[in-house]
């Protein structure tokens, strides 16, 4: 898509956006029969910028379709959201902030996600992340297959 296009869609929705919000405000202090002409004005162009709206809603999605290349960022890789979410901050070549926002358990899957692929990279590469981040380390040598309890815990 083109960014003139764009550019051109943002136009015709701040264009109508501005027109309700105009009829909306001389509404306000208006009497009368100019009052209702001007509400029903207002409502016409609100229901036009809703649906300019959502066309450059969709516009920008097709534009941004894709892959985006971008690093951790490194002041500040992960933050707190609006307390409900964590956002995870990278940037791209050009600087630009790119973000993406996660419920704690998508944050913790993530997370889990990241620290296991990171230490699987490390391994393969004869580095020592895994063995320094292991919480379970194999046991090699350990062939027994553990003790089915009875009531409270007891074997059986």
Known sequence: MRPEHLFNVAVEFAEATGKAERARALAASATGDERTVLTNTATRWEAVAMRRGEFLRASLREALRGTVIAEPDTEQPAALWRRRHVEVRARTGHGSLVRVRCTPTQAVALGTALIGLAALTDQLGG???????????????STAEPEAGGENGKPA
């Open 127 to 141: 580095g020592v992340l895994g063995e320094t981040i292991a919480t379970f380390p194999p046991t090699l040598d």
